[in-house]
């Protein structure tokens, strides 16, 4: 029974690349969450999906990031135009219901981004 | 907005020492949270609490939400090496699928 799984353990990208970041959920979990953890800080909700469906973004920055969770296969997130404020360890959770937050989410390992 | 704030921010130990670290907000919470991150790794769940007064252990740790419901408390008797990572608080965010965070007390512990 797999956890949450996230490719690319890391990534390096240049200032204006895309960076694309994929997390696969628990089996059976139609509910997906990302998170980013900027160096010496807590995580910060970003946005959240249900397939094929976003159901909150108030935390997603208003230009160049994206997000989707498609009927099948991996929920992705875009960064267009990657900057170097953008380093940082990008986490996605996943729970077969929203309310699990008060049960607390299982987090995969994370995206590393480094933007050069 | 909501904000959870942790201390100390950091803990240089000896090894066999107690640990305490705390957390606390402006706002109430109705449900506390205690995550361990390791190196290069996820937040890993330690301990849920859902009463004000509730006392949980796990093992060598021990979490209080405190009567207040504006904080809560993260007790480790007798640290290990192993014990070394970040420890986070969190809480359930205004919005769905929101989850609070503080900053994290980081914990080395000196064999």
């Known amino acids: 029974n797999a956890g949450v799984m996230q490719n690319p353990r890391h990534l390096v990208r240049r200032r204006g690349q895309e960076a694309r970041l994929r997390c696969s959920p628990m089996?059976?979990?139609?509910?997906v969450y990302w998170y980013r953890q900027l160096p010496e800080e807590g995580l910060k909700f970003m946005v959240y999906l249900q397939k094929e469906n976003i159901i909150d973004e108030s935390g997603m920055p208003k230009e160049r990031f994206s997000a989707e969770f498609p009927k099948e296969g991996p929920s992705i997130l875009r960064i267009q135009q990657v900057v170097r404020g953008d380093s940082a360890a990008y986490f996605c959770a996943s729970s077969s219901l929203p309310r699990d937050r008060h049960y607390g989410y299982t987090f995969g390992s994370g995206t590393r981004l480094t933007v050069v | 907005g909501q904000q959870l704030n942790q201390s100390p921010q950091s803990m240089f130990i000896q090894e066999g020492e107690d640990v305490s670290m705390n957390c606390t907000s402006s706002?109430?919470?109705?449900?506390w949270l205690w995550y361990k991150q390791e190196p290069g790794e996820g937040p890993v769940l330690l301990i849920a609490?859902?009463?004000?007064?509730e006392l949980t252990s796990n093992g060598r740790l021990t979490a209080q939400f405190g009567i207040t419901r504006k904080d809560s408390f993260l007790n480790i008797s007798a640290s290990i090496p192993s014990d070394v990572g970040i420890y986070f608080c969190a809480g359930p965010g205004g919005s769905q699928g929101n989850l609070i965070f503080g900053k994290g007390t980081k914990l080395s512990v000196k064999p």
């Open positions: 706002s109430i919470f109705n449900t």
């Open positions: 609490l859902y009463k004000a007064g």
């Open positions: 089996k059976g979990h139609s509910h």
